[in-house]
């Protein structure tokens, strides 16, 4: 790279796709963060950064964004609109609010004009499907009365979950719930034959939507693990350059698969990341001078669930993600919160500590968190790998040089 490139971070969290571009070279001029606890690890680890935090649907975050640039030049704009309402882990809401902050990560393309972007979302983007943009009446009708229905369904399938944890249940209840249930999916489906009259691809809204402002855009989905990372973990990324660059879009190479064949490494095991640090004396939440390698303490009754469980099991077979005993050999499942209820240890009878989780993520172990023990949870496991951001970094800068 002959010039450093000034780069704005949005959505930013804790920070793990910066970090990988900061590692690269480039100059994290600005980011944007929500919540001030995530943003205090940001602070932490980003000294030079100029860190705004607040909602970035305000405007006077917007325009202290603005200001920021007044004078320099905005190279690169990277962030992952928040992607609840496009998890495949949960019951998608198409016209969630949090969906729609994508808008917002356009309105700094378009008034920043940078000459590449970086947008990173979850796999479930591929399949979710938005309102389109202009509809007939009878189009509009049609999108509305099947938003509803989605509602309803999801209230139903809330009142189900509620029904499945009483003690004791009225079996009547439960039998209308199923009707309720089946019901309703019976009107969706008679919706579903004319859905795309008046829904498309979220994914070619976005392409859509940039080709409009001026930038070649390519999409392709990642798995984390190939680039080193010992974590399956999947993600679509987004880049656009402008148009009046005419250097080809491509994607950083795989450096590793499964096998460690065709002249690639072998995927990174959990074992291999973690294995250091399983005797390793366990830090205090409040010391400063460790790495974060803070224990969980554990009911006797749960460290039996724990003991009886397999590699490759969850403690409670009901849930696949929550408290999953990763398989020492492979690299693990997704890093999410899960409201804590994190991986266990393929060896001991414990939970990761948020240490071995971020080793998971490829952060160091020098970078720190901030905040209480939920909050560190909460911002690794909406990370995104800081290997992989560095290959996607890398790449940028080969595309742009």
Not at 253 to 281: C, F, M
Request: with cysteine; charged share 30%; proline share 3%.
């Amino acid at each position: 790279m002959t010039q450093q490139l000034n780069c704005l971070e949005l959505f930013a969290g804790c920070g793990g796709l910066g970090y990988g571009f900061h590692n690269q070279g480039f100059q994290i001029s600005v980011c944007n963060e929500l919540e001030e606890q995530i943003a205090n690890t940001y602070k932490e680890n980003f000294k030079d950064t100029n860190i705004i935090v607040g909602d970035i649907t305000k405007d006077d975050i917007k325009n202290n964004i603005y200001q920021h640039f007044k004078d320099k030049t905005c190279d690169v704009i990277i962030g992952g609109p928040p992607c609840v309402a496009y998890s495949m882990s949960g019951h998608r809401n198409s016209r969630d609010p949090r969906g729609q902050l994508f808008k917002d990560y356009v309105e700094m393309v378009k008034t920043l004009k940078p000459k590449a972007f970086v947008m990173e979302n979850v796999k479930g983007i591929l399949t979710i499907l938005h309102d389109k943009e202009k509809l007939t009446k009878k189009e509009q009708e049609n999108a509305d009365k099947y938003y509803l229905l989605e509602k309803n369904k999801l209230d139903i399938l809330a009142e189900k979950k509620r029904l499945s944890t009483k003690d004791s249940c009225d079996s009547t209840e439960i039998e209308k719930n199923k009707n309720e249930l089946k019901k309703v999916n019976s009107q969706l489906k008679a919706l579903e034959k004319n859905m795309l009259d008046f829904r498309m691809k979220v994914t070619d809204i976005i392409k859509n939507t940039f080709t409009e402002l001026g930038y070649n855009v390519k999409m392709k989905l990642l798995n984390a693990a190939n680039y080193g990372v010992p974590q399956k973990r999947e993600r679509v990324i987004f880049i656009g350059v402008r148009n009046d660059i005419s250097k080809e879009i491509t994607y950083p190479p795989e450096t590793h698969n499964k096998e460690g064949i065709d002249g690639k490494q072998k995927w990174v095991s959990v074992k291999d990341a973690i294995d250091d640090l399983k005797n390793r004396k366990g830090d205090n939440q409040k010391n400063d001078s460790g790495i974060q390698h803070i224990y969980t303490r554990h009911t006797d009754e749960f460290v039996k669930k724990i003991k009886e469980t397999q590699q490759g099991k969850s403690v409670n077979p009901k849930y696949t993600e929550a408290f999953f005993r990763c398989k020492e050999d492979e690299p693990s499942n997704t890093v999410k919160e899960n409201h804590g209820g994190v991986f266990i240890h393929y060896e001991k009878n414990r939970v990761m500590t948020p240490r071995e989780l971020a080793r998971l993520q490829s952060f160091p172990d020098d970078f720190i968190f901030k905040g209480s023990k939920a909050s560190i949870l909460k911002q690794l496991g909406n990370a995104v790998p800081v290997k992989l951001s560095e290959a996607l970094a890398n790449n940028v800068i080969n595309i742009l040089d």
